[in-house]
């Protein structure tokens, strides 16, 4: 198995970690494995310059990193790195949206 320690997205993909789920409930419940809710957001973590566009012209990419943004819940494309990293591809167009604190 090759080791490959980072990855550098291409045109308008966009490199996400998803965020953890909560293993124990706010009343102290610790959740089994199968009792996991599946989160649908994620931490930017890298992003490709942006898509060509017919008449030549670079799009940059809609979000910038350090962002947290919403995802679709099926897509993506699965890597793991060297790191036992789990990481998430998409597409800068399947993203649904940024998430805001409203407190900052």
Do not use: Q, W
Request: glycine share 10%.
């Amino acid at each position: 198995m090759l080791a490959f320690r980072t990855l550098r997205p291409l045109l308008n993909r966009v490199v996400v970690k998803k965020a953890a789920a909560e293993t124990k409930t706010k009343g102290g419940i610790i959740l089994t494995s199968g009792k996991e809710e599946r989160l649908n957001f994620g931490t930017v973590i890298a992003c490709g310059p942006g898509k060509n566009m017919e008449d030549g012209s670079l799009r940059e990419t809609l979000v910038k990193v350090g962002e947290t943004v919403l995802l679709p819940e099926y897509g993506g494309s699965k890597v793991t790195l060297a790191d036992e990293e789990e990481l998430f591809i998409y597409r800068d167009d399947d993203i649904m949206g940024t998430l805001h604190d409203p407190s900052e």
